[in-house]
Structure formats: structure tokens, C-alpha cells
């Protein structure tokens, strides 16, 4: 089986409500992802998504996926796309660093495979569990009433594990923690997420000073050596998410003890090929793991949601639908809210049927 083609798609993704991320980083109300098809001379066509969130997030641009595919794609062209290693050895020799941009790619020569062997992606991830996974919200920064009024939507629609981004204000972030733990139910928790807003003094005064209910902190700081720091001078447990971008940084994490948990987010790790091995390594070690997506539509969180589905529970937290977020849909199929919890669909390959009218005419093709 070769690859005989490469489709580009370039898919605006507006969001159902603005989003602030911490410390009034971020602004934006839509996203620009990258879904590719790759076609083989057997007929097989496999889908992939690539979508940053946002351009201010991470060092990962959406411009930058669509050139760096400019770059790859005319070195797929001809060879195995079952090959998953092959191909991403080619792609890593061909572009060396860059990971998200590889990361569509990735996922669609994934979905040949599944689809070649007639496995949904989840058996080849190391066998589906029977359990569905839980999905967390993200709910944007604002006064402690707008983050509750945050909470009280997505809890209409089953979440119970609540991603409250804070940052940027001590005594605001103290009022916010206060105000989220005290409203939520026993059985739901809250991660307040800083992404990376705080420096170590105020990272220690706002953890230091939540009292009530051991609670996740996630990326207090901009560094892995701040966030350390900060680990060894409070007690709730702290999940490592813009610090984790390799293998390499999740070893080290693990050998320092300096998190309980990670954010692996499929696109930022250069997709999920890496994610897996990033995945094993973490059941190894006991690292509990959030397996999500960076952003993007129903196919990127459909891809992620396969790895989760192949994760026994006690090394999951939850994933992410960033697909619920959005007033498009890219696909039919996929991973899907049912009540707080989503599972990997049972059709080889990712399982789901892109929508050729919202994709539009392909920006590019390689042949
Ligand atoms: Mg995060």
C-alpha cells in the first residue's frame, strides 16, 4: 500500500463563547485547524486534524501546521502509511523538531491502518477497557460568579471534572478557589489551571493558602524549574501540562517527582505516535495522565479519545471534547458527550466521516 495523495483543508472553527485563558492571555473566539486526508493507490483514505489553541498559547501556530505539511507531505508520497514508525522517522528526518505539525499526518496514517486492519484505533493503542472516559470542561477565567456560571452550563450537560483557568491575581485566585470548591457537589472536582500565569511566590501563596479540599494545581508557572520549585513547597498535587512537549521532559518530570499528574495533549507532543509512547512511559511510572487534544474538531478529539479508551482508569483523569465548544461540526461520528463521559467509536480506524461541505475545496494537494 502507498500514499498517493495528500488533501489540505484550512477549517475555521468558531467557538459557542469567547474564551479568556489565564491572566487575560488569550482572547479569541475561533480556531483555524488543518484537517488532512491521505489517499493510497488501495482506495484507503485516512483523516487527520491539526488545530493550536490559538496562536498565544504554545509555541505552535496554525500557519505553521499547513507549512510545515508543505514541507512533509511530498516525502510521504509513495510510502507505507501502516508504516507508522517508518513514517514518522521520515517525517522527524525530513523536519526535524516542529512536532505539532506532524501531528495530523500522524493521525491519519493511524486511521489507514485501523481501517486497513479493520480495528477501530483504540485495539491498536493496547485494547479497548470497558469503561467509557470522563470528559473535564475548560471553563474560562473570569470573576468567581462568571466562573460558576461556567460550571452550571457544562454540568447541564453531565461534566463533573471542572478545568477552571485562574491566574494573574493572588487574592482574586484565592476568592475563585474558594468560591469553586465551596459550590461544587462532593462528588465533582475542580483542576485550577494557571497556564503557567503565576510566578513561584504567588503559585506557593494562592496553593498554600487552599485549605479545604486537596485540589489539582495544573502549570502553575512558565517553567518546568519554577513549577518545581513550587512542587516542593506545597502539598496539592500538580499536573505538568505546556511543561510536557516529549518523552524527554515526561522522563525527567518523573525522576525529579516533580508532578502527579500530566496534561498529554496529542498535537503539542507531535501526535499519536509520540502520545502513546508518552502514555506507556506514564503507566510505568504511575504518572496519572489527562489524555486530550490541543483543539480542534470532532476528527482531533475522536483521535485522542481512542488513546484514553485504551487507558486502564487508574492512570486517567480525563480527556477534553474541544468539539463541544464549537458551533460547527466537522464530522459525523466520533467521540461524543453522553453524560459527562465520552467512548471511542467502534468503526475501524478513528471512526468518523468528515462533512465534505464544511471542509470546503482543499487549499492544497500532493501528489
Ligand atoms: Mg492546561
Same mark, same amino acid.
Given at each position: 500500500?502507498?500514499?498517493?495523495?495528500?488533501?489540505?483543508?484550512?477549517?475555521? *472553527?468558531?467557538?459557542?463563547?469567547? &474564551?479568556?485563558?489565564?491572566?487575560?492571555?488569550?482572547?479569541?473566539?475561533?480556531?483555524?485547524?488543518?484537517?488532512? #486526508?491521505?489517499?493510497?493507490?488501495?482506495?484507503?483514505?485516512?483523516?487527520?486534524?491539526?488545530? +493550536?489553541?490559538?496562536?498565544?498559547? *504554545?509555541? #505552535?501556530?496554525?500557519?505553521?501546521?499547513?507549512?510545515?505539511?508543505?514541507?512533509? #507531505? +511530498?516525502?510521504?508520497?509513495?510510502? @507505507?502509511?501502516?508504516?507508522? @514508525?517508518?513514517? &514518522?522517522?521520515?517525517?522527524?528526518?525530513?523536519?526535524?523538531?516542529?512536532?505539532?505539525?506532524?501531528?495530523?499526518?500522524?493521525?491519519?496514517?493511524? @486511521?489507514?491502518?485501523?481501517?486497513?486492519?479493520?480495528?477501530? *484505533?483504540?485495539?491498536?493503542?493496547?485494547?479497548?477497557?470497558?469503561?467509557?472516559?470522563?470528559?473535564?470542561?475548560?471553563?474560562?477565567?473570569?470573576? +468567581?460568579?462568571?466562573?460558576?456560571?461556567? %460550571?452550571?452550563?457544562? /454540568?447541564?450537560?453531565?461534566?463533573?471534572?471542572?478545568?477552571?483557568? %485562574?491566574?494573574?491575581?493572588?487574592?482574586?485566585? %484565592?476568592?475563585?478557589?474558594?468560591?469553586?470548591?465551596?459550590? *461544587?457537589?462532593?462528588?465533582?472536582?475542580?483542576?485550577?489551571?494557571?497556564?503557567?500565569?503565576?510566578?513561584?511566590?504567588?503559585? %506557593?501563596?494562592?496553593?498554600?493558602?487552599?485549605?479545604?479540599?486537596?485540589? &489539582?494545581?495544573?502549570?502553575?508557572?512558565?517553567?518546568?524549574?519554577?513549577?518545581? /520549585?513550587?512542587?516542593?513547597?506545597?502539598?496539592?498535587?500538580?499536573?505538568?501540562?505546556?511543561?510536557?512537549?516529549?518523552?524527554?521532559? =515526561?522522563?525527567?518530570?518523573?525522576?525529579?517527582?516533580?508532578?502527579?499528574?500530566? $496534561?498529554?495533549?496529542?498535537?503539542? =507532543?507531535?501526535?499519536?505516535?509520540?502520545?502513546?509512547?508518552?502514555?506507556?512511559?506514564?503507566?510505568?511510572?504511575?504518572?496519572?495522565?489527562?489524555?486530550?487534544?490541543?483543539?480542534?474538531?470532532?476528527?482531533?478529539?475522536?483521535?485522542?479519545?481512542?488513546?484514553? /479508551?485504551?487507558?486502564?482508569?487508574?492512570?486517567?483523569?480525563?480527556?477534553?471534547?474541544?468539539?463541544?465548544?464549537?458551533?460547527?461540526?466537522?464530522?459525523?461520528?466520533?467521540?461524543?458527550?453522553?453524560?459527562?463521559?465520552?467512548?471511542?467509536?467502534?468503526?475501524?480506524?478513528?471512526? =468518523?466521516?468528515?462533512?465534505?461541505? =464544511?471542509? $470546503?475545496?482543499?487549499?492544497?494537494?500532493?501528489?
Amino acid at each position: 500500500m502507498k500514499i498517493s495523495r495528500i488533501y489540505v483543508y484550512k477549517v475555521p *472553527l468558531p467557538l459557542e463563547y469567547p &474564551y479568556r485563558l489565564s491572566g487575560g492571555r488569550l482572547y479569541f473566539d475561533k480556531l483555524d485547524s488543518t484537517i488532512v #486526508a491521505i489517499d493510497t493507490d488501495e482506495g484507503i483514505r485516512g483523516w487527520g486534524e491539526g488545530c +493550536p489553541w490559538g496562536s498565544t498559547y *504554545l509555541p #505552535a501556530f496554525p500557519r505553521g501546521i499547513r507549512a510545515g505539511i508543505e514541507e512533509l #507531505a +511530498p516525502q510521504l508520497i509513495g510510502l @507505507d502509511p501502516r508504516r507508522i @514508525d517508518f513514517i &514518522y522517522r521520515t517525517m522527524d528526518t525530513a523536519l526535524p523538531g516542529h512536532p505539532y505539525i506532524k501531528s495530523a499526518l500522524d493521525m491519519a496514517c493511524w @486511521d489507514i491502518l485501523g481501517k486497513a486492519t479493520g480495528l477501530p *484505533l483504540c485495539e491498536l493503542f493496547g485494547g479497548r477497557i470497558d469503561e467509557s472516559v470522563t470528559i473535564h470542561s475548560s471553563i474560562p477565567t473570569g470573576t +468567581p460568579e462568571e466562573i460558576i456560571k461556567s %460550571i452550571e452550563l457544562v /454540568q447541564e450537560k453531565g461534566y463533573m471534572i471542572h478545568s477552571c483557568k %485562574i491566574g494573574a491575581d493572588v487574592a482574586l485566585d %484565592i476568592e475563585r478557589i474558594e468560591a469553586v470548591n465551596s459550590y *461544587l457537589p462532593e462528588n465533582e472536582s475542580a483542576t485550577f489551571d494557571a497556564n503557567r500565569s503565576w510566578l513561584m511566590d504567588e503559585a %506557593i501563596r494562592v496553593m498554600n493558602a487552599a485549605t479545604d479540599r486537596i485540589s &489539582y494545581f495544573e502549570q502553575p508557572c512558565e517553567t518546568y524549574e519554577e513549577c518545581f /520549585q513550587v512542587r516542593k513547597r506545597t502539598v496539592h498535587p500538580i499536573i505538568l501540562d505546556e511543561s510536557i512537549q516529549s518523552y524527554g521532559n =515526561v522522563v525527567r518530570a518523573s525522576a525529579d517527582h516533580a508532578c502527579e499528574a500530566i $496534561g498529554l495533549k496529542v498535537g503539542r =507532543v507531535g501526535g499519536l505516535t509520540k502520545a502513546k509512547r508518552i502514555r506507556d512511559f506514564c503507566m510505568e511510572r504511575g504518572i496519572r495522565m489527562n489524555i486530550e487534544e490541543t483543539g480542534g474538531s470532532i476528527i482531533a478529539d475522536t483521535g485522542a479519545v481512542h488513546l484514553a /479508551q485504551a487507558t486502564p482508569q487508574m492512570f486517567l483523569r480525563a480527556t477534553w471534547l474541544c468539539h463541544e465548544m464549537l458551533t460547527v461540526d466537522t464530522a459525523t461520528g466520533g467521540a461524543r458527550n453522553k453524560e459527562g463521559k465520552t467512548s471511542a467509536p467502534e468503526y475501524p480506524g478513528l471512526g =468518523v466521516e468528515p462533512i465534505m461541505d =464544511v471542509l $470546503g475545496e482543499a487549499i492544497a494537494v500532493y501528489e
